[in-house]
T-cell receptor
């Protein structure tokens, strides 16, 4: 049972570099989302998607791009990394609807120097 | 944007019941109340959810007030492994209700 898979687990970037955080789920979930979590803080929503081809902004979308070309994948792109984007990133998915718990991945720990 | 408010921290003695409150005074009729917890820096884990009736599963019980403006998560016999941050969120269907805001949660410290 793979569930929600995030890669990589750890990443170090230099300021200005770009990278893509991968998120894949094998549960045929329509809803997917990205959160970031800074030390001592809660989860903040970056972007979310309710299906292939549909994305929307969360609380803190600046500096991040997303796309949803398939149901299974929801990559998060950092076009020009900044130290302020040092964080732990979590991807989550669920069936669409109010009676559907979120399933979370194990996170990607990103450091931007 | 957060639609729920929770106390930042609580303590509980091991073996006793832990009662974690959540206020969601602006909840609308078709929104469910969900509880998750996060241990250390792991991905959050689903605990329980409900609409208006009290719910119980193998992990916890959820008590929702009759007016649905608040709820309480009950861990009946807390153990040291229940030390975690607990999040309460509401979720509806469609539109802005897809924007699931977690807030900062309640840090529950179970004391030996």
């Amino acid at each position: 049972n793979a569930g929600v898979t995030q890669t990589p687990k750890f990443q170090v970037l230099k300021t200005g570099q770009s990278m893509t955080l991968q998120c894949a789920q094998d549960m045929n979930h329509e809803y997917m989302s990205w959160y970031r979590q800074d030390p001592g803080m809660g989860l903040r929503l970056i972007h979310y998607s309710v299906g292939a081809g549909i994305t929307d902004q969360g609380e803190v979308p600046n500096g991040y791009n997303v796309s949803r070309s398939t149901t299974e994948d929801f990559p998060l792109r950092l076009l020009s990394a900044a130290p302020s984007q040092t964080s732990v990133y979590f991807c989550a998915s669920s069936r669409q609807g109010y009676n559907s718990p979120l399933h979370f991945g194990n996170g990607t720990r990103l450091t931007v120097t | 944007d957060a639609k729920t408010t929770q106390p930042p921290s609580m303590d509980c003695a091991e073996g006793r019941a832990a009662n974690l409150p959540c206020n969601h005074s602006t909840i609308s009729g078709n929104e469910y109340v969900y509880w998750y917890r996060q241990i250390h820096s792991q991905g959050p884990q689903y605990i329980i959810h409900g609409l208006k009736n009290n719910e119980t599963n193998e992990m916890a019980s959820l008590i929702i007030t009759e007016d649905r403006k608040s709820s309480t998560l009950i861990l009946p016999h807390a153990t040291l492994r229940d030390t975690a941050v607990y999040y309460c969120i509401v979720r509806g269907y469609g539109g802005a209700t897809n924007k699931l805001i977690f807030g900062t949660g309640t840090l529950l410290a179970v004391q030996p």
